[in-house]
């Protein structure tokens, strides 16, 4: 219904590289996850942190409250 922006830093290959060595980018669509605490590389984000993630959790609150 709404749409969500994130911005990302500007990162280097050698940033990429270092995360790729992690475990992190291979159990995830997108290959990061906003809520790692070493996703450094984003910059902002617009909109609902939990649709990001990947749940829309006040939207799914709501249908699930409403459908009661």
Request: charged share 35%.
């Amino acid at each position: 219904d709404k749409a969500e922006l994130l911005k990302n830093n500007n990162v280097t290959k050698e940033d990429i590289d270092k995360y790729l060595e992690t475990d992190k980018p291979f159990d995830k669509a997108g290959a990061y996850g906003i809520q790692d605490p070493n996703a450094t590389f984003i910059k902002q984000i617009k909109g609902d942190y939990y649709t990001i993630m990947g749940l829309p959790k006040e939207q799914l609150q709501k249908q699930i409250y409403h459908e009661k």
